[in-house]
């Protein structure tokens, strides 16, 4: 099955800093999918995204698929204490296969 | 959006017990149903697979006889950690599709298993 590497594994930035998680795959993918779980919760879905090169944005947060549907992006601008917790990307395949990165944990110091 | 409900939330159990955990979803119909493990500040690792009415698919490495899933229905899918030891104890997470119409995964609330 396809495989999607996530980068960086953990990050640690000051409130109002940007930060930026990476998603890639060896192969082209069909649609990105990208979760987020807060300390002690469990992950909920943010977005998908399905086209080459597509943008979508919701608030603070800005999701990208690649132009060659390889990689993928989730940018938090100004990040609050809020954002705090661990982003996932995923991708499916047809209707039973649902690949996860190992996520990247986000903390967010005031 | 849709829910999946997850029970128990925690767990306490002797060791050499079984413990069965539900996963059910609410308001969909759930063809397939994931069960992860999670260690603390760690990823997700997938388990299992479960399609409704056949035998789940084990990932690598993970006991089938030990960790017993069942997935009767389009609602409704357990896992049983039989004979549990205190290397057991973890965070186990359901999560599950519907139709494509559904594309994303809806995810239980999880259930802390503590083994003593």
């Known amino acids: 099955g396809q495989q999607v590497m996530q980068i960086p594994q953990y990050q640690h930035v000051q409130e109002g800093e940007d930060f930026t998680t990476y998603c890639n795959s060896s192969t082209t993918l069909s649609n990105i999918q990208w979760y987020k779980q807060r300390p002690g919760g469990h992950p909920v879905f943010l977005i998908q995204l399905v086209k080459s090169g597509e943008v979508k944005k919701q608030k603070r947060l800005t999701f990208q698929f690649g132009e060659a549907k390889k990689n993928s992006s989730l940018h938090i601008t100004a990040t609050q204490t809020t954002d705090v917790g661990t982003y996932f990307c995923?991708?499916?395949?047809?209707?039973?296969?649902?690949?996860f990165g190992k996520g990247t944990m986000l903390l967010v110091s005031p | 959006g849709a829910v999946v409900s997850q029970h128990p939330s925690r767990v306490i159990c002797k060791s050499g017990t079984s413990v069965k955990i539900e996963c059910r979803s609410l308001?969909?119909?759930?063809?397939?149903m994931f069960w992860y493990r999670q260690f603390p500040k760690q990823s997700l690792m997938l388990m299992a697979t479960?399609?409704?009415?056949?035998?789940?698919?084990?990932e690598q490495g993970v006991e089938k006889d030990k960790f017993l899933i069942n997935h009767a229905s389009l609602t409704l899918s357990t896992l049983t950690v039989t004979s549990a030891h205190p290397e057991d104890s973890s965070f186990y997470i359901c999560?599950?599709?519907?139709?494509?119409?559904?594309?994303?995964?809806?995810f239980g609330q999880g259930t802390r298993l503590t083994v003593v």
């Open positions: 995923a991708t499916r395949e047809g209707y039973s296969t649902l690949t």
């Open positions: 479960s399609n409704e009415g056949s035998k789940a698919t084990y």
């Open positions: 999560s599950a599709l519907g139709t494509l119409r559904i594309t994303e995964a809806f």
């Open positions: 308001d969909f119909q759930a063809t397939t």
